[in-house]
């Protein structure tokens, strides 16, 4: 795997953990260090997204490899 993988996997599970935070004991971790919907929060979260979207399509690239 790729240090581009490496990094999308590491920050999906960040996210996922963070709704789990938030649907469990509604606290937002990344809000907490960073402050709620600073600059660098929504740089976060949209690193998170922007990760979670290249891992649906390296799914779908490792799918079609099939072994070759």
């Known amino acids: 795997m790729n240090p581009v993988?490496?990094?999308?996997?590491?920050l999906v599970i960040i996210g996922g953990l963070n709704w789990g935070l938030i649907g469990f004991f509604n606290y937002n971790l990344v809000a907490a260090i960073f402050g709620a919907m600073s600059g660098l929060t929504r740089v976060i979260y949209a690193l998170v997204g922007l990760s979670a979207l290249y891992m649906v399509f390296w799914k779908f690239s490792m799918a079609g490899d099939k072994g070759e």
Not at 5 to 10: E, P, R, T, Y
């Open 5 to 10: 993988s490496w990094i999308a996997v590491i």
